[in-house]
């Protein structure tokens, strides 16, 4: 059966009841969203300070490919396994984009026997969070052309605007657009462009508040644009427009809560993409559930050149977040294809390319271990064409660095098929304190920071901007040089080209374009030619989605 197929025969239980089964968590703390879904009130979140933190597990992954890693099908799995084995587990996911979801990928809710449900609503407008993020966007926007409008007295300079307008799906023709055509009654004629939801500065700050008045903080320190004087920002709160952003947040704020196909609790809340954004699900969501669990599986997106180092030196730089263990996934077929095999020949058995592409794992397992000073455990997400050669081959490999290696079947079998991964992980974080190692230190100007991230992490020789793109650096080093930076790279490679498999070293990565996210407290830095408005493929996912005459959604995976 299809992803969607299984996901349409879960035996859903009522969320309400089943989160006070699980978690004693009243009924009246809950808002429900129907039957299966709903979201936890504020006020419950706040009488868990006292709770003691439990131990929180990181999923990620190899550089993507076409094959595909299952890095959320993962997470799933081990999530139900651990509470097959009797621990009180919780798992934190992102929410997906509709973007990829039309795009791309057809669907972000895991696969198989190991997914969060209901799937179809958790791909489709969910609890409308992504909808109040886009429309709290676009409302600062409207209030910086209307301020311009009626007399600019903030004597905002309209070629240095820094905020453009967004919308969450793959659109390309957005990407530079000209607004206010049509005479004066229309405003003022100007370059602008839109960005996807999930880049947003807004879906960064919802993701890293750590309540309504930090979020209302946050919104009130973006900088939408700089005065006619060349060098004095202009704020939203200049604006008075955090109040309002605030008050059309106020229940995407909240964490939602669903539960998987073994009627285990998740979290899905928030979704900012790993390779342009810091793709880590939200600050409230984690420290939620590491209040009521005993163990938190989460995950960041992308390979762990990107999702993994963000969740480490933003997300738990900003918090105090001290993750215990790494769970790094890989499948065959994909370090085949790291090793030069063609998509189409990835489930013939091939020790020689299993060997060449292994090195993209090996730079990763490395990262993690030596660069972020984590424990790691390698979870080989089985496919049915892995042959037992392939197997014992990339086990060997992995534990002869010494990284233990485990086959997971969880996507055919659900958590039973993922309990020798549970124990492994168990095992490590239940006799080690948690702790990690930060990439670069707080102190380090900018440009050292970036330098660091691509040296050590992404093999590079060096990085390279144009005199521009130095002095705007340096002008962000005076008043922002304590941020953590957000590097937008390709997610396909660790070079700047998404052509280079394995593990590319001596590359050069060239900074095209850097940007001040005040209200989320990093900065952006945009490595090569990378898009913060993604396009639509050839053939995309929206083409095979479809809904019968009786509501039966079809081609969601």
């Known amino acids: 059966m299809s992803d969607i197929e299984i996901a349409q025969q879960a035996e859903m239980k009522p969320i309400i009841d089943l989160v ?20 936890i009130s504020l006020q419950y979140i706040d009488s868990l300070a006292e709770i003691k933190d439990g131990r929180l597990i990181l999923v990620t992954a190899i550089s993507p490919t076409p094959a595909g ?29 509709l973007g990829p979801c039309f795009g791309m990928k057809g669907g972000a809710a895991g696969g198989g026997y190991s997914q969060v449900v209901p799937m179809e609503d958790i791909n489709l407008h969910f609890t409308g969070d992504f909808h109040a993020i ?12 209307n301020h311009i409008t009626h007399g600019n007295a903030l004597e905002i300079d309209s070629r240095r605007i ?30 602008d462009g839109y960005d996807i939801v999930v880049v947003s500065e807004i879906m960064a700050i919802l993701c890293l508040a750590t309540s309504r008045a930090d979020l209302k903080a946050r919104l009130g320190r973006i ?74 599986i989460t995950e960041a ?29 890989v499948t065959v077929r994909a370090l085949k294809f790291h090793g030069g095999v063609a998509t189409d020949d990835l489930n013939s058995e091939n020790l020689d390319a299993l060997e060449q ?28 064409f892995d042959s037992d050669a392939e197997i014992a081959l990339l086990q060997k490999k992995s534990e ?16 039973a098929g993922a309990q020798a991964l549970a124990e492994e992980v168990i095992n490590i974080v239940d006799n080690r304190e948690p702790g990690f190692t930060f990439v670069y230190d707080e102190d380090m100007p900018l440009w050292e920071k970036i330098e660091a991230i691509s040296t050590k992490l992404y093999g590079a020789k060096n990085i390279t901007a144009s005199p521009k793109i130095r002095s705007e650096i340096e002008a962000l080093q005076k008043d922002y040089g304590k941020f953590p930076v957000c590097i937008a790279k390709t997610q396909m490679s660790f070079s700047t080209d998404p052509t280079v498999k394995g593990a590319p070293s001596g590359h050069t990565v060239e900074i095209s374009e850097v940007r001040l996210a005040n209200g989320a407290g990093f900065i952006v830095v945009i490595a090569g030619n990378m898009m913060t408005m993604p396009g639509l493929p050839k053939a995309p996912a929206a083409e095979r989605i479809d809904i019968t005459d009786d509501g039966k959604i079809t081609g969601l995976f």
């Open 20 to 39: 006070e089964e699980k978690f004693n968590i009243p009924a009246e703390y809950m808002e429900p969203y129907g039957h299966y879904k709903a979201k």
């Open 69 to 97: 890693e299952g890095k959320t099908t993962a997470t799933v799995g081990l999530g139900d396994a651990m509470n097959r084995l009797g621990k009180k587990t919780m798992i934190c996911l992102r929410e997906p984009s």
């Open 134 to 145: 886009g429309v709290a966007h676009n409302l600062l926007s409207a209030m910086i052309d």
């Open 162 to 191: 820094k905020w453009k307008r967004v919308v969450d799906m793959n659109d390309r023709a957005l990407r530079n657009i000209t607004v206010g055509q049509g005479g004066p009654a229309n405003g003022y004629l100007r370059a």
């Open 223 to 296: 900088v939408v644009a700089y005065k006619t004087d060349n060098s004095t920002p202009v704020y939203a709160r200049d604006l008075n427009a955090q109040g309002a952003m605030a008050t059309l947040l106020k229940d995407a704020i909240k964490p939602n809560l669903v539960q998987t196909l073994e009627n285990n609790i998740a979290i899905v809340h928030g979704g900012p993409f790993a390779n342009i954004a810091h793709g880590c699900n939200t600050v409230i969501a984690t420290k939620t559930a590491l209040k009521l669990a005993d163990y938190v």
């Open 301 to 329: 997106g992308f390979g762990a050149d990107l999702g993994a180092e963000k969740f480490i030196d933003i997300k738990c730089r900003v918090v105090d977040l001290k993750p215990s263990a790494v769970v790094l996934v």
């Open 357 to 384: 592409g292994f090195v993209n794992l090996q730079r990763h397992l490395h990262n993690i271990t030596n660069n972020y000073g984590l424990p790691c455990v390698v979870c080989i997400n089985h496919f049915t």
């Open 400 to 415: 002869t660095l010494g990284a233990k290696c485990v086959v997971s079947k969880h996507w055919a079998e659900g958590g």
